[in-house]
């Protein structure tokens, strides 16, 4: 069985314990903002950050990730990049460390005509919703980003779609959870019976399916990192989402000299890296970019996302499991849901109310079993 909570940190934190199972960015927020409200916080994890969290590219982007058919996910999206602000600026100071967080925006652009016409009916669609975007002419594009290839045809502009790097994000959630007295166990949770006291957050990514029965699923993005040649700053500031050719990319530049060039979505498990994901996503890459072409190679990745059926998130009290919560199903979006769910699921351990937020989240929507209005969720 495994013990409820470390008696080391019994002098610091008083309050009822909590497991919280998985050490990615999700089950790591949920364990800082709950030690943070007097929790005696243990999380399980054989490999803390191994998942998609130390894969993902960091784009803070409820703009650009704006689809059609999923509005109460794109309000959440938006609700949770608004606290990001702050979180990082609380987050940096109780970590000491630096984020690698950036707000000079996104650019979305369109290589050929026939690129820029697919991606207008998606800038239209979140114009409609009343985001905030602004087409550019490839003039106005290139004033903001010079090293933009010629060929770029049009373009529009996400401010709000910020990023941060997700492998600094883990490392200060680890910090900062430990530092308010979370305490880390480096081992898995085989089964939710195996927690022998207090409520359980299962935060799992893709193996949340395991320890549920929740239909949470492995969907597989590959992608590249490159480095400057010397060393330097990337030549460009912004974000850059674009088609070239029909081939979807982005560009994620950080000020340590990396570039990040993602990703596929592939409907399989495996984690290798393939030759022609590589080949597609750099040809894109460097067509948006030509410069690219003289950066470094410095690592191929894949990882797997957490995928949903309705590719949202699942949030709340799992149906038949008294005590027994959901933080996972992030898919595309965990790093920017990082904040919000964090707090949702924490104001809710403690006040046993669930915010209006999570209604649409629920995972009982999944499942036969319901949980009815008003029901107590432990
Ligand atoms: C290529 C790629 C690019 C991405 N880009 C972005 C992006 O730009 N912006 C964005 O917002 N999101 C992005 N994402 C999505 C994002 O990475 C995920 O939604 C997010 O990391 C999910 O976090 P998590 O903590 O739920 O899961 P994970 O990071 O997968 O963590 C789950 C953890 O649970 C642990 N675990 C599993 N089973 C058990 C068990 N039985 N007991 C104990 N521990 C267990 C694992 O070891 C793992 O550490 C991207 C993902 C990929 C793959």
């Given at each position: 069985?495994l ?16 497991t919280v199972v998985g ?19 243990t999380v399980h994890d054989p ?138 166990v480096?081992e898995p949770v085989e089964q939710l019976s195996d927690v022998?006291?207090?409520?359980v957050?299962v935060?799992a990514?893709?193996a949340?399916?395991d320890l ?167």
């Amino acid at each position: 069985m495994l013990s409820g909570g470390p008696s080391s940190t019994e002098s610091v934190n008083r309050g009822p314990f909590l497991t919280v199972v998985g050490a990615g960015v999700v089950g790591l927020a949920v364990a800082w903002r709950c030690a943070q409200r007097g929790m005696r916080v243990t999380v399980h994890d054989p490999a803390p950050g191994s998942g998609a969290s130390g894969v993902a590219a960091g784009m803070l982007a409820p703009v650009a990730e704006a689809y059609f058919g999923e509005r109460e996910l794109t309000a959440l999206l938006v609700g949770s990049a608004a606290r990001w602000p702050g979180f990082a600026a609380e987050l940096t100071e109780a970590s000491g460390l630096d984020l690698g967080y950036r707000t000079e925006g996104t650019l979305m652009v369109g290589l050929t005509g026939d690129d820029v016409a697919e991606a207008r009916r998606l800038w239209a669609y979140q114009q409609e919703l009343g985001l905030a975007i602004t087409p550019l002419r490839p003039t106005e594009l290139r004033e903001r980003e010079p090293l933009l290839a010629p060929r770029v045809r049009g373009g529009a502009w996400a401010p709000g779609d910020h990023q941060v790097d997700p492998r600094r994000l883990v490392a200060a959630l680890r910090v900062a959870a430990e530092r308010a007295g979370a305490v880390l166990v480096p081992e898995p949770v085989e089964q939710l019976s195996d927690v022998a006291e207090g409520p359980v957050v299962v935060a799992a990514g893709w193996a949340t399916a395991d320890l549920t029965g929740l239909p949470v699923r492995p969907v597989k993005g590959q992608l590249l990192r490159l480095r400057t040649p010397d060393g330097g700053v990337p030549g460009f500031r912004h974000v850059v989402r674009g088609y070239a050719d029909g081939q979807q990319v982005y560009l994620v530049p950080r000020v340590d000299g990396e570039v990040v060039v993602g990703a596929t979505v592939e409907e399989r498990s495996d984690r290798q890296v393939t030759v022609d994901a590589v080949l597609r996503l750099l040809r894109a890459a460097v067509e948006l970019v030509p410069e690219l072409a003289e950066y470094e190679l410095v690592e191929t990745a894949a990882g797997l996302r957490p995928g949903t059926p309705d590719n949202a998130p699942v949030l709340g009290p799992l149906p038949g499991r008294p005590g027994v919560l959901v933080a996972a199903g992030h898919h595309r979006h965990g790093i920017v849901l990082t904040p919000l769910t964090a707090d949702l699921i924490a104001d809710l351990i403690s006040t046993g109310v669930p915010d209006p937020q999570l209604a649409a989240f629920a995972p009982d929507r999944f499942t036969t079993t319901r949980i009815a209005e008003g029901q107590p969720w432990s």
